[in-house]
């Protein structure tokens, strides 16, 4: 998901097609109801998730809104969908204030986030906003 969205490869909403291209299932069908505790739940659920948001905070929403196992489908869909130039940032900036700042928190993330981005994609200017 997240190479497909961070290459840009097509636009999201073809993004569970395309991995129906690679993996066999059923990923371009989406994903409704609880999810489970089997992964590729998860992942339908989270594709099904980035196909239908333009935000993130509305991409976090209908994550939660699937029930279950949605702390799984929004690691994988925030992940990817920060990736997404189709997907805007509208995060409030007191989600990242709170966050943990020690040896390994957030700045630490944040600079190992910049590092492999710039690894991956040099002229990325990074995914996590401040």
Not at 9 to 30: M, N, T
Not at 46 to 73: H, K, M, N, P
Request: proline share 4%.
């Amino acid at each position: 998901m997240t190479h497909y969205l961070l290459y840009n490869y097509g636009p999201k909403a073809e993004l569970g097609r395309w991995i129906a291209q690679y993996v066999p299932g059923q990923w371009d069908e989406p994903w409704q109801g609880k999810v489970g505790a089997k992964g590729w739940m998860s992942v339908r659920a989270a594709i099904t998730a980035v196909e239908q948001s333009q935000t993130l905070s509305e991409l976090l929403t209908c994550c939660i809104a699937f029930r279950g196992d949605v702390d799984t489908v929004a690691a994988i869909a925030m992940a990817a969908g920060a990736c997404s130039a189709e997907i805007t940032d509208d995060l409030p900036s007191w989600l990242h204030q709170g966050l943990e700042r020690g040896t390994y928190g957030y700045d630490y993330i944040r600079e190992l986030d910049t590092q492999l981005l710039e690894l991956a994609v040099p002229d990325h200017m990074g995914s996590l906003s401040t």
